[in-house]
């Protein structure tokens, strides 16, 4: 079901993605499989914390990437998309790495990285990604900005008055909500009574639309068009793009407990990097050796990342020191009163 806002533009950039991008974007919907396969296991080794799999968003992460300009555009990921963004630099990989082991980023975040770090507070980063492009739109610079949310953030406060603002304003921001079924344990029957989650950009004022987010080339040219729309002058588009969340919501979660296996097992036909492999296969595009070769090149790359995050050497309290230019003084206070608790904790 695709909803339609009356004036919304034919499709603006239906001719791509070219054969090389896709092939590049098989490449990454790969990296993203295998770089969130490694962090799920390192915390069921206990050495890195809680993470969300991506399994079943790779193509709405790396199509969507692969739509943007990473030089202009930004991108405010929920918790699951980051694994997918390595085209807006190779960097990502480093910070994932060191965030799932405790590190506070910051002073590690390189500046022409325009991505930002994932959230695991619900939709707080809708209004962010709204006041980015508002922001550049009042300075006038070009690009836009594109934010990941799932159907469960849909529901938040955050979500509707950013998104009224960005319609009065115009605002160059793509809304791309992720409906893959399920919130923890809540299934989307629960969490909207609207026809659609598409449907409610209509009580925004701009277009709506649903698509198959199983497809990266669908996601590609319905970002793509989205950008053209916003960067155009005409403001903000939301996307829903359907998947199943085929793993774990967290590492925290067992699924089987309030969900059917057919239901899981129906979902895999559609698994987006298997069905894309076959796809470009058909097309002469891909191969399984390299599928196999792609693979063995992310687990190379993960395991260097790995490497440099032992190497690194951080506290606690240097959470205090990116926050702000210059720290307030109840800061000051409070990072104080953290280091000589832990310094205490260590003696005991
Ligand atoms: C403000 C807030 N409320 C509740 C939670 C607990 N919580 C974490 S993930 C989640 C479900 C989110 O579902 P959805 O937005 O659909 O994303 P998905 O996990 O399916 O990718 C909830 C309720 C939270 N992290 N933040
Ligand atoms: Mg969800």
Redesign the pocket.
């Known amino acids: 079901m695709v909803t339609t806002h009356p004036g919304s533009p034919a499709s603006a950039a239906a001719s791509g993605p070219t054969d090389d991008e896709q092939v590049e974007m098989m490449r990454r919907m790969i990296d993203a499989n295998v770089f969130s396969t490694r962090i799920f296991n390192l915390q069921r080794q206990g050495r890195v914390g809680t993470n969300?799999p991506i399994d079943g968003?790779e193509a709405i992460a790396v199509g969507a990437a692969a739509a943007l300009d990473p030089k202009q555009d930004w991108i405010y990921p929920?918790?699951?998309e980051q694994y997918g963004l390595g085209r807006f630099g190779d960097e990502l990989l480093d910070l994932i790495v060191l965030y799932n082991m405790g590190h506070p980023g910051g002073g590690a975040y390189p500046e022409h990285l325009r991505v930002f770090p994932y959230q695991?507070?619900?939709?707080?980063q809708i209004p962010h990604a709204v006041g980015t492009a508002w922001g550049m739109k009042v300075k006038g610079d070009p690009g836009c900005s594109l934010v990941f949310?799932?159907?469960?953030?849909?529901?938040?406060g955050?979500f509707y008055e950013a998104a009224n603002l960005a319609g009065v304003r115009k605002a160059p921001v793509i809304f791309v909500l992720?409906?893959?079924?399920?919130?923890?344990s809540?299934p989307?029957s629960s969490?909207t009574g609207a026809e659609s989650f598409a449907a409610k950009a209509h009580a925004f004022g701009f277009p709506g639309r649903r698509i198959d987010g199983t497809d990266p080339i669908e996601v590609y040219r319905t970002i793509a068009e989205a950008r053209a729309r916003a960067t155009g002058g005409m403001g903000p588009m939301l996307v829903e793009a359907v998947t199943y969340?085929l793993g774990h919501?967290?590492t925290a979660d067992d699924p089987t407990k309030y969900r059917h296996a057919d239901e899981v097992e129906a979902a895999k036909s559609r698994e987006p990097v298997a069905k894309f492999a076959a796809l470009l296969g058909a097309r002469g595009l891909w191969s399984d050796e390299q599928t196999a070769a792609q693979e063995a090149s992310a687990h190379e790359r993960f395991d260097g990342a790995w490497e440099r995050a032992q190497a690194t050497t951080w506290q606690p309290s240097d959470m205090f020191e990116h926050t702000y230019a210059t720290p307030t003084p109840r800061m000051l206070r409070q990072r104080a009163e953290m280091i000589a608790h832990l310094a205490a904790e260590g003696e005991a």
């Open positions: 969300a968003s929920q918790y699951r695991i507070s619900l939709a707080t949310f799932g159907d469960g953030s849909s529901s938040e955050d992720i409906n893959n079924g399920w919130a923890i809540t989307t969490q969340r919501h967290t």
